[in-house]
């Protein structure tokens, strides 16, 4: 039955739109398809030619927006229609690619400035106001369900590449996986598979991060950090007794009772930050403290978050 009202519903809207009153419902109805827009190969398949569009336009129903895209009911458009139009305008073999990518596929918490589009460099391309293109010599595949897009794993990484910033580019690596949008392994493979990145070092890092947490950030790396504010070097993984058995402490130094848990990315995700609250309140039962950085943090903010440790060491030294 619903096979049936879904081929009767496709035929309705195929049909030629004659009248006006036709033409318009059939094209509103293509329209919620895409946020409000319809490409003008898809009315024409409709039977709407450009003289039925361009009287439509001319009555102030429809707006011209680009070579192929018409909006219907208003010129101003939502954020799905105009990923629609970029894809559309852009070029052939256009898909969003980079943030816009993973806004699509339902990112949350990041609004992207400018709508990313990548597209073979030897199709040819089109300027869009608001659109940023991307030439690539092998575009990475797109989704063949919904707007065009890239995977989210290629989404997360060519949206590092192409970040204003470090804390941006660290900001779209960590957002997916905290929402589950991934795995590490899928997030890992991806990360392998490229050749070239300008920002290489630091993806490094940060994607290390968030597949493998603290164990990212190497024992050595952080004697040297720590060094650098004066500070002795630390013992790594020290094990204390909890509640429930033994316990691994990120970093300690066992002469002040400071110890210093540092979270990957992980942490945030289902029970972990139970956990961690529990064995924090262990420690600080046993009278230590405890200071919380987030791993990312060491990467973006190593000075600030150096010296709140040797701040505490230093208070702590004091008091002995």
Known sequence: MQREQAEARH?????????????RGTAAELATAHGGVVHRQELAECGIDSDGIRNEVAAGRWFKLGRHT??????????????WRAVW??????????????????????RAQVIDVSLPARNRHHAVDGVRPHRLRQPPPAAKVGIPRVSVEMGMIHAGQWAVSD?????????PM?????????????????????RRPFLDAVIADVTDGAHSLGELDFARMVRRVGLPAPTRQAIRCG??????????????GLVVEIDGGHHALALNPVDDALRQNDRVIAGERVLRIPVIGL???????????RRMYDALRITQ
């Open 11 to 23: 035929w309705s809207i195929r049909r030629p739109a004659r009248t006006g009153v036709a033409r």
């Open 70 to 83: 018409v909006a219907i009911g208003s010129p101003e458009i939502g954020l799905v229609a105009q990923w």
């Open 89 to 110: 305008e852009s070029g052939a073999g256009a898909r969003l690619d980079g943030a816009s990518a993973l806004c699509a596929h339902g990112m949350t918490g990041f």
């Open 167 to 175: 804390r941006q580019a660290a900001l779209v690596i960590c957002l």
């Open 178 to 198: 905290q929402q589950r949008m991934t795995s590490t392994a899928r997030l890992s493979l991806a990360w392998r598979g490229i050749g070239r990145s300008a």
């Open 243 to 256: 509640a429930d058995g033994r316990v691994y402490l990120d970093v300690s130094w066992d002469d002040v």
């Open 299 to 309: 990467r973006l903010a190593p000075d600030q978050f150096l010296m709140q440790i």
